[in-house]
């Protein structure tokens, strides 16, 4: 805000900032527990705006478009870049230059890494940093940033994914990861059955159901129309009730069992 406060009278500059803001502020807030890795990127980007605009950093971002449709844990670049800003340029006045490279490993594992020509740091403080951050229990004064999303990372994918720290190619620090996602699933579909309204409009709102992977959540007041549903589109879940007029929720149940639906 005060940034925007100092460009008042540059309306391009407040707009940009506001929407590099607002993007910001969205994607860190949603309750996402997969995202892809475009999506990680973009907010990322967002927040590298920001601080271009605020601090004047340069920033570079490098990777192959096939890898961004893949799946990856939300929240997981966007600390390691502020702690490259914070910790690596913010510490040396020359210092100006993000990098970020994603690419496929050879083994066929996404690798990402952050540098910064900030000052770096030596062996000994690699070390010591290395053993904070593997520790299961953070002491409240030590930063939460790394430790968390290396937490994270290997408690999500596997010890292999841990940070790892090496000199970048100014002087500065690289802090690098791996993973090795799953192709993302096709979105799934639910169909929720019930012949009271009121039923049927609490369980579409009780669940998040795109966090678990459904895209299309289809409602049916009755077992005639949802059997109709149920063979145009065939979804992966059903919920339903069972004491319905004419068609039952057991009736229903022995339909999908008879058409071999998944």
Known sequence: LSYIVTVAEQPDAVRSMAVHLSRYYRYCTQKKMITTIKEEVSYAKSYLEIMAMRKRIRYTIEMPKEIGELPIIPLILEPLIENAIEHGL????????????????????VSFAISDDGEGMTKEQVSALKERISRKERKEEESVGLWNVNQRLINYYSKSAALGFKRSRWGGLTVYFSIRPEKKKEAMQVLIVDDEPYMV????????????????????????????????????????????????????????????YP
Request: charged content about 30%.
């Open 201 to 260: 409009d609490y369980l579409r709102k009780l669940v998040d159901w795109e966090q678990y992977g459904f895209e299309h959540v289809y409602t049916a007041g009755g077992g005639s129309m949802a059997r109709d549903l149920l063979d145009k589109y065939q979804p992966e879940l059903l919920i339903t009730d069972i004491r319905m007029p004419k068609i039952s929720g057991l009736d229903l149940c022995r339909h999908v069992f008879e058409k071999k």
């Open 90 to 109: 913010e510490g040396c006045e020359s210092a100006k230059q993000i990098e970020i490279e994603i690419d496929w490993t050879k083994n066929g594992a």
